[in-house]
Nanobody
Framework: QVQLVESGGGLVQTGGSLRLSCAAT????????MGWYRQAPGKQRESVAS???????NYADSVKGRFTISRDNAKNTMYLQMNSLKPEDTALYSC??????????????????WGQGTQVTVSS
């Protein structure tokens, strides 16, 4: 089992900044893709940003130039630095981590885990 713990959400004014963290714990052998998603009330969940094991990143057009995703492989942790926040960034942000778990070879397999979500609210 791989668990994700998120932190860093909160209330901020337009133009402000927040930094989200997502730490993965458990019987992790390797982590491949890590990503942030968000869901606003009445809307579908959307991908915000992702980062591959190679460090290659992808961003939604709506956050390019304002958000930066990064990862610390030694800590199995991912970050999302959010700058120049706008009211439309208000949403529940969740992290997703995909990789391989299972210390013992007979228990090894792929996983895709989700965090519990952290609320980001941007006031106008």
């Amino acid at each position: 089992q791989v668990q994700l713990v998120e932190s860093g959400g909160g209330l901020v004014q337009t133009g402000g900044s927040l930094r989200l963290s997502c730490a993965a714990t458990g019987s992790i052998v390797a982590i491949n893709t890590m990503g942030w998603y968000r869901q606003a009330p009445g809307k579908q969940r959307e991908s915000v940003a992702s980062i591959a094991a190679s460090g290659v990143t992808n961003y939604a057009d709506s956050v390019k130039g304002r958000f930066t995703i990064s990862r610390d492989n030694a800590k199995n942790t991912m970050y999302l630095q959010m700058n120049s926040l706008k009211p439309e960034d208000t949403a529940l942000y969740s992290c997703n981590v995909q990789g391989i778990s299972g210390i013992l070879p007979q228990n090894r397999g792929g996983f895709s885990s989700w965090g519990q979500g952290t609320q980001v609210t941007v006031s106008s």
